[in-house]
């Protein structure tokens, strides 16, 4: 049972427009939410993350929105670059046990030039 | 500052044999985690190290174990390996295991085990 789902396995998007992507979860516990990027040949690296009280956390062109009524969240990149091109998990961590990490399966985000 | 290092990167067994990865912790990081990533999926958590104590598990059967010594490095040991077992292992460190932001989980490039 996938309690992080990433529904689009791929995005592509035009250099310097905005990248949307989702993540859905069922787990009401969740507390915590967070992004990572990763690379071919690296392992995944944090990029941005929000508390379940806040509904918004912005870090330069990332910005990350929490709706808990809909068990949703995202990530927006304005503007895309194409060293963004990345697989992007999204990850969330359960009251108590901030390390250890349930993800979903990714998605390949493709900034073309 | 030294970043989390795995060994092997890249390995090939056959079934039934046994593999032992190993991690190195980043300087100054007392907990390290160990995540198995197939192809196509998120990386799954298997389990957590805290000094030198298993700290929580995942849903991976015992032939999964692993140890973590006293300058915080840490093994992850399969026995039996099946054909599923064929992944990426990440291994993450981080200082503590709870409090303060969720993100400061650091992770190694991995290692790539391949059963056959």
């Known amino acids: 049972d996938q309690q992080v789902k990433q529904n689009s396995p791929s995005l592509s998007v035009q250099e310097g427009r905005i990248s949307i992507l989702n993540c859905d979860y069922t787990?009401?516990?969740?507390?915590?939410f967070l992004w990572y990027k990763k690379y071919p040949a690296e392992g995944p690296t944090f990029l941005i993350s929000?508390?379940?009280?806040?509904d918004k956390n912005e870090d330069g062109r990332f910005t990350v929105f929490l709706n808990k009524s809909a068990k949703h969240l995202s990530l927006h990149i304005v503007p895309s670059q194409p060293g963004d091109s990345a697989v992007y998990f999204c990850a969330a961590t359960l009251s108590g046990s901030a390390r250890q990490l349930t993800f979903g399966s990714g998605t390949q985000l493709t900034v073309l030039p | 500052e030294t970043g989390v290092t795995q060994s092997p990167t890249h390995l090939i067994k056959t079934r039934g044999q046994q593999v032992t990865l190993r991690c190195s912790s980043q300087?100054?990081?007392?907990?390290v985690s160990w995540y198995q990533q197939a192809l196509g999926q998120g990386p799954q958590f298997i389990f957590q190290y805290y000094r030198e104590e298993e700290n929580g598990r995942g849903n991976f059967p015992p032939r999964f174990s692993g140890l973590q010594f006293p300058n915080y490095s840490s093994e992850l040991n399969v026995n039996a390996l099946e054909l599923d077992d064929s992944a990426l292992y990440l291994c993450a460190s981080s200082w503590g295991t709870s409090g303060g932001a969720a993100g400061e989980l650091f992770f190694g490039e991995g290692s790539r085990l391949t059963v056959l």
């Open positions: 929000i508390s379940s009280i806040k």
């Open positions: 300087s100054g990081h007392n907990t």
């Open positions: 787990n009401s516990m969740f507390d915590y």
